[in-house]
C-alpha cells in the first residue's frame, strides 16, 4: 500500500503537483511501466528453431521496430534483439530507459504510440489498467480511445492555487485539508475533502462579512455586493452538505460521494473564495 507523504497529509504539496498536471512522477511512471511490462512485454518470448516465433513475440518485435523507427526517429541497424545479450542492453532495457529518463509529455507520447499502432496493443482492458493507474496516481490526464486527454481543467487548478495563497490563514488551512484529503493515494476521505472545502468558504465569508461567529447562511447575507444568485447557489450548497446524506451530519453514515463530488466542491469553491477576495478589493 502506498502511504501518504507528510506533505500530502498535511496540504504542502502544491495543487499542481497534487494533481500531477504537466508532471509525471517517478511513482506513476513506474506504475504505468509496470501495467506495460506485465500486459504487454511479458508475452515476449525466446525465438525457437524448432517452431520459430510466437505470434506475440513477433508483435511486439513488430512494434518495436516501427517505434525504433518512427517514434524515437533511430537508426534500425541500431536496434538490438528484445532481450539482454551478454553486456549489451536489449531493446527492452533501451525502451525502460527511454521511458524512465523522458520528459513527462514523451510519456504519454510513448503510450499513445502503442495505442495507434496498426496491431493494436492498447486492448480496453490495458486501457482500464491503465486509467486507473492514472487515477489513482492522481493524474490530470487519461486514455482516451487512442489519445490522452486533460480531465483536470487548467483554469480550475489555477483557481485553487490562487485561493491557496490569497486566503486568510484560516482558509488557506481548510483547503490545504481538503487538497489533502482528496489527493492522498493510499486513503481518499472525500466526505470530509468536502466538509473542509466548505468551511473554507465559511471562513473566507466570515472574514469578507467580517462576522467571525456567524455561519455561512448568516455570513453570506453580509457580503458585502454579492448578488442575490450567487448567496443562494452557496447557501444551496452549504444545505448539501448539511442534508441527509450529507457531510456534517452524517459523518459516520455510508456515503455515495466520489472523487468528482469531492473534486468539484473543491474546485467551486476555491473559485468563489477568489471571487470572494476580488470583490471585497472593489
Known amino acids: 500500500m ?29 506504475a504505468l511501466w509496470n501495467v506495460l511490462k506485465l500486459r504487454v512485454w511479458d508475452s515476449w518470448t525466446r525465438f525457437d528453431f524448432v517452431y520459430g516465433w510466437k505470434q506475440a513475440s513477433k508483435r511486439i518485435n513488430d512494434l518495436i521496430e516501427r517505434m525504433w523507427t ?3 526517429n533511430a537508426d534500425v541497424d541500431d536496434l538490438p534483439e528484445f532481450d539482454r545479450r551478454g553486456a549489451q542492453a536489449g531493446a527492452y532495457d533501451r525502451l525502460k530507459a527511454h521511458f524512465f529518463g523522458c520528459k513527462w509529455y ?23 489498467s491503465l486509467n486507473e493507474t492514472l487515477e489513482r496516481m492522481n493524474s490530470a490526464y487519461r486514455l482516451v480511445g487512442q489519445e490522452i486527454l486533460e480531465i483536470t481543467d487548467k ?16 482558509v488557506r488551512a481548510h483547503f490545504n485539508a481538503a487538497l ?7 486513503q481518499p476521505d472525500y466526505r470530509n475533502s468536502i466538509k ?29 455586493g454579492l448578488h442575490p444568485a450567487l448567496q443562494k447557489a452557496f447557501s ?11 457531510i456534517r451530519h452524517a459523518l459516520l453514515d455510508e456515503s455515495a460521494l ?25
Open 2 to 30: 502506498i502511504m501518504a507523504l507528510f506533505s500530502q497529509r498535511y496540504g504542502h504539496t502544491a495543487a499542481e503537483q497534487a494533481f500531477q498536471r504537466e508532471i509525471v512522477s517517478p511513482e506513476l511512471r513506474t
Open 70 to 72: 518512427h517514434l524515437f
Open 106 to 128: 514523451e510519456v504519454f507520447d510513448f503510450i499513445e504510440f502503442m495505442a495507434k499502432d496498426p496491431d493494436s496493443f492498447i486492448s480496453s482492458e490495458i486501457a482500464e
Open 155 to 170: 483554469n480550475q487548478i489555477a483557481a485553487l492555487q490562487k485561493a491557496l495563497e490569497v486566503g486568510a490563514p484560516p
Open 180 to 186: 489533502s484529503l482528496l489527493s492522498d493515494r493510499a
Open 196 to 224: 473542509e472545502s466548505i468551511s473554507a468558504v465559511e471562513a473566507a465569508c466570515r472574514e469578507v462579512s467580517c462576522q467571525p461567529k456567524a455561519t455561512l447562511g448568516d455570513a453570506l447575507k453580509n457580503v458585502p
Open 236 to 246: 444551496s450548497l452549504y444545505g448539501y452538505t448539511n442534508d441527509a446524506n450529507g
Open 258 to 282: 466520489t472523487k468528482p463530488d469531492a473534486t468539484f466542491m473543491l474546485v467551486a469553491c476555491s473559485a468563489f473564495v477568489s471571487f470572494l477576495y476580488e470583490k471585497a478589493r472593489v
